[in-house]
């Protein structure tokens, strides 16, 4: 995930911070709004690992910090879920006079009730997605009840919100109570899901329930049974990522990324994010990367595991052609691999310099299916003869030129 930081203004004039999390290959699919929950901002944990899940499969997500809250300008107190749609609006507009009009908006809580009311007003959003979404946005006000007389009396009240203080005026209130949510989820006819856990004490599960109601069709609806309504655990918040970029595929018209091209078998490149790097063969395209202990990004196989998936796959790919020929009942090949160096002296085979180090491949195969034990002996046979096993035997030269 390469990110890139971003500052825009909304219709207030005030400067708001943010980021747009890009594909390692900064090449998208199409462009997804975040709205974060109320009270928090672009940088909590459950927003980046939705973010980094979207970014894995080629969606890139713009998260901002609202008006009064993070980085961003403006005074809390005189926000309210007006300028919260307001903002998202505003952030809609960047993206569209700087990349492209985001397709997909995506909103946590109350920036998910925040987030409908913004699809109706962007033309481009072809997809809709809540998380933990309450269907009416007052139902935010149980989270300063003891507090409501004070607003209503004296205008305004400040209290603590997850060890913070905020402050809260009543135009906040009068701001909530005026939004319609179902007569609006009644009049749009844009896809829906709704994600929602059964166990979310903050906004209970019947919110989702009214929402996925009062929705046309196409919508959807996903339970995140045993996540909390903050989505504190990895694995939730991962999970959600992953199922928005699956789902999205079937309402979101995506754009066509070509592959790198040229005139040889397979092409490689690396830009300036360590060490994410793409790999091109036809109409295919995988990453390669190393392990964040090397200083990588770990989006991808190493190149040694690449080296390792070669010979597997091919391996594989061998004895089932076999299989197949004879009609053997081979059900599935399984192949485990592990590369390391040792000393040729401890190599029964190797008859060069004994002090050096040569690279050594272990390939256990798993067969399964009903094999007799000569059917088992012969497949052992013939994956020895895979041809990526005779390269890696053979001399291998390997001329380097710049282009």
């Known amino acids: 995930m390469y990110s890139k930081k971003i500052q825009f203004k909304n219709d207030k004039g005030l400067l708001l911070e943010g980021s747009i999390d890009f594909p390692i290959d900064k090449k998208p699919l199409s462009y997804a709004l975040f709205a974060h929950f109320f009270t928090g901002n672009k940088n909590f944990t459950a927003v980046r690992n939705i973010s980094k899940a979207l970014t894995q499969n080629r969606i890139a997500v713009m998260r901002f910090d609202f008006t009064g809250l993070g980085n961003s300008e403006g005074a809390f107190e005189d926000s309210n879920f007006s300028t919260n749609i307001n903002d998202l609006i505003a952030a809609a507009e960047y993206l569209k006079a700087n990349h492209e009009p985001p397709k997909i908006i995506i909103g946590h809580s109350l920036g998910g009730a925040a987030g409908i009311f913004a699809a109706n007003q962007i033309d481009s959003i072809q997809a809709i ?10 139902h935010v006000e149980h989270l300063f009840e003891d507090h409501l007389e004070d607003i209503n009396l004296e205008g305004e009240a400040t209290f603590e919100i997850a060890g913070r203080q905020f402050t809260i005026k009543k135009q906040f209130l009068d701001d909530l109570g005026s939004k319609d949510m179902p007569t609006l989820l009644k009049k749009s006819r844009k896809p829906i899901l709704v994600l929602h856990s059964p166990q979310d004490r903050v906004v209970e599960i019947q919110n989702a329930k009214e929402i996925y109601s009062a929705a046309h069709h196409p919508k959807s609806f996903i339970s995140l049974d045993g996540a909390n309504h903050l989505l504190t655990n990895k694995e939730d918040s991962f999970y959600v990522g992953a199922v928005v970029s699956s789902w999205a595929r079937r309402y979101v018209k995506f754009n066509e990324v070509a592959a790198l091209q040229t005139d040889k078998q397979t092409v490689v490149r690396i ?7 793409e790999i091109s063969a036809r109409s295919h395209s995988i990453l390669a990367d190393e392990p964040k202990k090397y200083g990588g990004n770990d989006v991808g196989a190493t190149p040694y595991e690449l080296l390792l998936a070669s010979l597997g796959s091919c391996t594989a790919i ?16 399984l192949v485990h691999l592990e590369h390391f160096k040792q000393h040729a002296d401890d ?32 497949l052992l046979e013939i994956a020895n003869r895979c041809p990526v096993h005779r390269t890696l035997e053979n001399k291998i030269e390997i001329e380097t030129v710049l282009r």
């Open 129 to 138: 997605v809540t998380i933990g979404a309450p269907s009416r946005p007052s």
């Open 318 to 333: 061998t004895l089932r052609m076999y299989a197949d020929r004879k009609k053997w009942d081979l059900d599935e090949v």
């Open 347 to 378: 190599c029964n085979s190797c008859s060069s310099d004994r002090t050096a180090k040569i690279d050594k491949f272990v390939r256990t195969i798993e067969l399964v299916g009903d094999l007799t034990f000569e059917e088992r002996k012969r």
């Open 271 to 277: 830009g300036r994010t360590k060490y994410s790097t």
